[in-house]
């Protein structure tokens, strides 16, 4: 798989417009952002020809209407969120999720249920890891 582009803040909205209703138009993409953003047309089209040049969205010309571009996503949410997680992590914590974790919960205000969530989830990667040392 090709590595993963940079994509900044802005690009990640259209990126994710894109996901949600993919293949899609650069209208289309401006109509969704039109209802989260108060960016101009012109904006959403630049950076969706930006997304274009880092190889991160792909299109098809419409068979019927050769002025009107589809574009679709080379790379799935999952697999852009999993680099920018790591990518992340080794920024701001050196690459080290028991610091980045330590610090999100003595800072965040956790409900029950969140509480009960982060236990499960740490109870599951223990099982999956006790697994794997018995094969």
Request: neutral net charge; proline residues 6%; contains cysteine.
């Amino acid at each position: 798989m090709p590595q993963l582009p940079q994509i900044s803040d802005a690009e990640w909205q259209v990126m994710k417009a894109i996901w949600t209703q993919t293949p899609c138009t650069a209208n289309q993409v401006v109509e969704y952002l039109s209802n989260i953003t108060d960016w101009q047309p012109k904006t959403i089209k630049t950076l969706i020809n930006r997304l274009l040049k880092k190889k991160a969205l792909g299109f098809q010309i419409d068979p019927q209407d050769k002025k009107t571009y589809h574009y679709y996503p080379l790379f799935s949410e999952q697999d852009c969120v999993r680099a920018e997680s790591q990518s992340f992590l080794q920024r701001v914590f050196g690459g080290s999720p028991h610091i980045m974790l330590a610090n999100f919960i003595e800072e965040c205000e956790l409900s029950p249920e969140d509480i009960a969530g982060l236990k499960q989830i740490l109870e599951e990667k223990e099982k999956e890891k006790t697994t794997q040392k018995t094969r």
